[in-house]
């Protein structure tokens, strides 16, 4: 069985943090320090909760003034960047915890921290505390030598981070980010790039029109052509007919569907195969080919969720596509038993949909 992520927070960490703290403090009490973090609550704790409670014993164990503790915490950092990862974002935590009144220096260490352990959980709270003065600092480590930083100042303030605080103001006018993605947008770093997308994606989610405009103005580079079908992937799958035709996929009108074949039942736990045939009198063309589960939900409604086959140029008439759908259990997402649909996708546009029912 894999080891829990908040396993990762055990006593030889404690052990190395403790005695780096010791030599740039050496009036820490060990002792007494591992007796606060291994508390008679530690095991209930998860991962989180065991990090910001990591935080809050340093906060009591380091100088009372921020600045000390903070320029403690960074040259221990320095030395325990090798060898840890995830564990070593409580440095971040604390900066988020205590730093929050201490911009300038709060931002050294946040940009010193996210050279080894991303930053970008803990500058959130920043942004929202100081919107103006933080996407200043991003557009700064936009242009920054260290990659992890430049990634940060894209990461950082993505509208819709996953497992972080979403920036609602930015949800409704995401301009001051597109200021900062306008700098790395030819940034030739692939992390880079990579963050980008992704924060044109959340971006996509409430504003798909700037999106849209940010994809004709940008498209024309390598680089560029990449972040923006990246950061249109959701675009994509819902079948923004103008995001597709940026990218090449026209009407599918010549297109045929043929043989779409599926059993009429499966049971959960298994696999539903389909196939069906592409034909056309030409070659078939640019296509991206997709399909739709409408899975059954509460209340017989349905949700509906795309999945990508092939895309690609075409130049044959006909081709054959076979395709499984998997029902193994997983615990991020739960099925009804019940009729299901399934649908083929030709360049966003539904050909046809088919019936099926899941069993228990």
């Known amino acids: 069985m894999a080891?829990?992520?908040?396993?990762?927070?055990?006593?030889?960490?404690?052990?190395?943090l403790a005695d780096e703290i010791k030599l740039m403090h050496p009036t820490l009490n060990k002792e007494a320090f591992f007796e606060n973090?291994?508390?008679?609550?530690?095991?209930?704790?998860?991962?989180?909760?065991?990090?910001?409670?990591?935080?809050?014993?340093?906060?009591?164990?380091?100088?009372?003034?921020?600045?000390?503790?903070?320029?403690?915490?960074?040259?221990?950092?320095?030395?325990m960047n090798y060898g840890f990862g995830l564990e070593n974002m409580v440095f971040q935590d604390f900066v988020e915890t205590y730093g929050l009144n201490y911009f300038n220096k709060?931002?050294?260490?946040?940009?010193?921290?996210?050279?080894q352990c991303s930053s970008e959980f803990a500058i959130r709270q920043f942004i929202v505390r100081y919107p103006e003065k933080s996407m200043e600092q991003m557009k700064i480590w936009a242009r920054h030598?260290?990659?992890?930083?430049?990634?940060?100042?894209?990461?950082?303030?993505?509208?819709?981070?996953?497992?972080?605080?979403?920036?609602?103001?930015?949800q409704k006018d995401p301009s001051k980010v597109?200021?900062?993605l306008e700098i790395l947008k030819d940034?030739?770093?692939k992390y880079v790039q990579k963050s980008v997308a992704n924060n044109l994606n959340d971006i996509s989610?409430?504003?798909?029109?700037?999106?849209?405009?940010?994809?004709?103005?940008?498209?024309?580079?390598?680089?560029?052509?990449?972040?923006?079908?990246?950061?249109?992937?959701?675009?994509l799958k819902e079948g923004n007919i103008e995001i597709l035709r940026i990218f090449g996929f026209n009407d599918p009108k010549d297109v045929k569907l043929?043989?779409?074949?599926?059993?009429?039942?499966?049971?959960?736990?298994?696999?539903?195969?389909?196939?069906?045939?592409?034909?056309?009198?030409?070659?078939?063309?640019?296509?991206?080919?997709?399909?739709?589960?409408?899975?059954?939900?509460?209340?017989?409604?349905?949700?509906?969720?795309?999945?990508?086959?092939?895309?690609?140029?075409?130049?044959?008439?006909?081709?054959?596509?076979?395709?499984?759908c998997s029902f193994r259990i997983i615990t991020t997402r739960k099925y009804y038993a019940g009729l299901h649909k399934i649908a083929v996708i030709l360049n966003g546009v539904e050909q046809e949909i088919k019936e099926f029912t899941l069993q228990e």
């Open 37 to 79: 973090i291994f508390n008679k609550s530690w095991s209930e704790k998860e991962l989180k909760q065991r990090m910001r409670h990591i935080t809050i014993v340093l906060y009591d164990f380091l100088p009372p003034k921020y600045n000390l503790a903070i320029n403690i915490l960074k040259v221990v950092f320095t030395k």
């Open 145 to 170: 030598e260290n990659l992890h930083v430049r990634r940060l100042a894209s990461e950082g303030c993505r509208p819709k981070l996953p497992w972080a605080i979403a920036l609602k103001k930015f």
């Open 258 to 324: 043929n043989n779409f074949l599926l059993a009429d039942k499966v049971k959960m736990g298994e696999n539903l195969k389909f196939s069906f045939e592409l034909s056309s009198d030409n070659e078939l063309g640019k296509l991206r080919v997709e399909y739709a589960v409408y899975y059954l939900r509460k209340r017989n409604k349905y949700s509906r969720k795309v999945f990508q086959i092939s895309e690609g140029v075409f130049e044959e008439k006909n081709k054959k596509f076979k395709k499984k």
């Open 205 to 235: 989610k409430d504003n798909p029109d700037l999106v849209i405009d940010i994809a004709k103005n940008w498209m024309g580079t390598k680089n560029r052509d990449w972040i923006i079908k990246h950061g249109s992937r959701t675009l």
């Open 106 to 115: 709060s931002m050294e260490a946040l940009e010193c921290f996210t050279k």
């Open 187 to 189: 940034d030739n770093c």
């Open 3 to 16: 080891e829990l992520l908040k396993e990762r927070y055990n006593e030889d960490y404690i052990n190395i």
């Open 178 to 180: 597109i200021e900062v």
